[in-house]
């Protein structure tokens, strides 16, 4: 996997867009933009070019208006970051990060409690 820089709040934000609407065009990552709060046209332009130097974003400058698209999937990007969690903040540990979050999560609805106990089930027989 290829490493690259965690992306912030903001980034994250057009990260989610893009995973959705990509490859897409400044323009139109804006247009989805704007929709959650306000911010110019400029700002999301020089964020796209920020992402862009921090390899976050490839783009294709072929064409009048330049196509961005994320360099990495929304899953490899979560595995990076959780990964980073994990290491940083639980010292490695998966089952410190995994009793955390069930701890403090507000886990009620039935399928995700049988998803959870799926992936447990599998984890042990792989093991």
Do not use: C
């Amino acid at each position: 996997m290829i490493n690259i820089p965690k992306p912030t709040k903001t980034e994250l934000a057009i990260l989610n867009i893009m995973w959705q609407i990509s490859p897409a065009t400044v323009r139109q990552i804006h247009e989805e933009l704007i929709k959650n709060g306000k911010t110019s046209y400029t700002t999301t332009l020089k964020m796209l070019q920020v992402m862009h130097q921090k390899g976050l974003v490839s783009r294709n400058s072929e064409q009048k208006a330049h196509i961005y698209q994320p360099s990495l999937s929304k899953k490899e990007t979560q595995k990076q970051m959780l990964d980073d969690l994990k290491n940083r903040l639980f010292g490695g540990s998966i089952s410190s990060l995994v009793l955390q979050a069930l701890g403090t999560a507000d886990i009620t609805k039935q399928s995700e409690i049988n998803e959870i106990k799926a992936i447990l089930e599998k984890a042990e027989e792989e093991s």
